[in-house]
């Protein structure tokens, strides 16, 4: 799916090797694809609590087929026409492979913790657009955490010292402070990617 890419990803909870919450945690570091989960697990927090890690839509089994292929339709809808991000940010200096989870700075590679990488790839996701602090927040620690803007400063500060990014003249972080974050690396086009 990396390489070349999906229009849908139906994913079954039920993973013999790993769990699928995880696996859309992982997904969703790097893609937008839209999400529908498979599951016996019928439970209201449980829902919601795939819903606010990245899901689009819950079937709770046993399904008849013909409703999961109306949302199956309805998703695809709307994908048409939508050019899906690349998960591979590169300007020469730094590349962001976010399906690989690898990071280089000059060539060398950049050890980030997960949460660290999270915040590098909800960013790069969206160059120049500004993502507010209690998104950002929402995404990496979960919605009980929306408050806490002190973790999301020590967050950036640790990324930022391993990025070589000064915050008085930032090359790829710049903080909009009280307000949220921006990545202002450049899309650097097909040819390089």
Do not use: C
């Not at 009980?144 to 090359?171: F, G, M, N, W």
């Amino acid at each position: 799916m990396a390489s070349k890419g999906a229009d849908l990803v139906i994913l079954d909870l039920g993973l013999p090797d790993m769990d699928g919450r995880e696996v859309l945690i992982e997904l969703r570091q790097w893609s937008t694809v839209p999400v529908i989960v498979l599951t016996v697990r019928a439970d209201e927090a449980e829902k919601v609590a795939l819903l606010d890690a990245g899901a689009n839509d819950y079937v709770t089994k046993p399904f008849g087929i013909e409703e999961l292929m109306a949302r199956i339709r309805a998703f695809l809808r709307n994908v048409h026409g939508r050019r899906d991000l690349s998960p591979v940010y590169d300007d020469g200096e730094l590349r962001i492979d976010l399906a690989g989870r690898d990071v280089r700075l000059h060539g060398e590679p950049v050890t980030l913790t997960r949460k660290e990488f999270a915040l590098l790839a909800a960013l790069s996701r969206q160059p120049g657009r500004l993502i507010t602090q209690s998104q950002l927040l929402r995404e990496i620690w979960g919605p009980s955490h929306v408050e806490d803007a002190h973790y999301l400063r020590i967050l950036v500060a640790k990324l930022r010292q391993k990025l070589k990014d000064e915050a008085t003249a930032p090359r790829y972080i710049i903080t909009d402070p009280g307000v949220g974050l921006r990545f202002l690396g450049q899309d650097p086009g097909p040819d390089h990617r």
